[in-house]
């Protein structure tokens, strides 16, 4: 007997490449279990499907780092927290210091969608009831209806996940002028921002006060205490933008529309920012 449960959650996160630096990415998680039937004559009740795999999922990989077995670096475990130093792409640089439940950690060398669907069906199907012999799992971006971008931040004042310091979205992005979409802004934006560190001005630091990560010339630098711990980073300047906001998608979207209104001050400017999967927030300027 199947059962198949569509669209059963999004996994939002980054992970690391060794040619693109921390990728933000945004995948929907369709999930389906084969087995025998139970005594309820179910394979596995809807509810918790939806509560205890979702629930894994989430505990495993979402809104956290994944880190491949191969890296251009090291990532070492000092007992609560672990430390990154790696090089990407043409020799730029990311470290980053943060509590172990901040990272995923997937053996295989590169991260794609079969190494964390593997990485998946090992962890869930251990946990799940004797009677369901396999278990499949498809990820898949969004259907894009527009220019996209990924990127990474980490959100301090929030009381969940959301305060790891890099995670990340793969996130559509709408721009309007006085009612008519605009495509080139569209992509001019997400070519800025693509595979882009999205940062705070008020969490940067110099790099003399990191504790525990060393930045290497012409790094920037960032930090903050949250919930869950200390998190602190240094990453190559070409590969962030310092916002003076938070990294919110109502703010990001807010700072979009305000940059754009700058270039075109006669028209009525619409910005319609994602955060993942069918959410975000839309700004008027």
Known sequence: MILFVNALTVIDFSYLCNKRGAVGES??????????????????????????????????????????????????????????????????????????????????????????????????????????????????????????????????KHDGNCQRIIHGHRSQLGVSLDGMAMPSIQKQWADKWQDIYLATAEDQIDASQLKHVRAKELDLCFAYNAAQGYFEMAISDSRCDVLPIDTTVECIASYLAEQVKIENPQSDVKVTAYEGVAKGSICYA
Do not use: R
């Open 27 to 156: 995948w929907i998680v369709d999930l389906t279990l084969h087995g025998k039937l139970n005594e309820e004559s179910m394979v596995l009740d809807f509810g918790l499907v939806k509560k205890q795999i979702k629930g894994i999922i989430d505990e495993c990989i979402d809104h956290k780092l994944a880190v491949p077995s191969q890296i251009n670096g090291e990532l070492v475990n000092h007992g609560g927290y672990t430390t990154l130093d790696c090089t990407f792409g043409e020799g730029y640089h990311l470290a980053m210091s943060a509590p172990n439940q901040a990272y995923c950690l997937i053996n295989s060398p590169v991260i794609n969608e079969q190494a964390v669907i593997d990485f998946l069906i090992a962890t869930i199907m251990p946990q799940l009831p004797s009677n369901i012999d396999k278990i499949e799992i498809e990820l898949k971006p969004e259907h894009s209806k527009s220019f996209y971008y990924h990127y990474s931040h980490g959100l301090k």
